[in-house]
């Protein structure tokens, strides 16, 4: 089960952290991800974490640098800080399995939590 957390409406510049906690299962998975999807359009894989190999990331080019990607493995619990926030951040944020496929992170189980909305205004 994932369950995410830490959406808010913020202003155009400003952070937020946005948590996912989870169950064993996936916290044993090779490549743990963040997903968002924007009304009308794609979900779109955006950060990943290796747990299989240290220091290893992902990023979508559209969030590279202003976002980071960590994982507390005691707590169960996938972060994603964002800052630097823009009114194209604006979506509803998932956490699941990922693979890189051709240079794009995709679900690897289309296994997903009811999500937490960011939106930058």
């Known amino acids: 089960q994932l369950v995410e957390s830490g959406g808010d409406s913020v202003q155009v510049g400003g952070s937020l952290r946005l948590s996912c906690t989870a169950s064993?299962?996936?916290?044993?998975?090779?490549?743990l991800s963040w997903f968002r999807q924007a009304p009308g359009n794609k979900r779109e894989g955006i950060a990943g974490?290796?747990?299989?190999?240290?220091?290893?990331?992902y990023y979508a080019a559209s969030v590279e640098s202003r976002f980071t990607i960590t994982l507390d493995t005691a707590k169960k619990t996938l972060y994603l800080e964002m800052n630097d926030l823009k009114p194209a951040d604006t979506a509803m944020y998932y956490c699941?399995?990922?693979?890189?496929?051709?240079?794009?992170?995709?679900?690897?189980?289309?296994?997903w939590g009811q999500g937490t909305q960011v939106t930058v205004s």
């Open positions: 064993g299962e996936f916290m044993s998975e090779r490549l």
């Open positions: 699941a399995a990922g693979v890189v496929v051709n240079g794009n992170l995709i679900s690897l189980r289309n296994k």
């Open positions: 974490i290796y747990t299989t190999v240290s220091d290893t990331y």
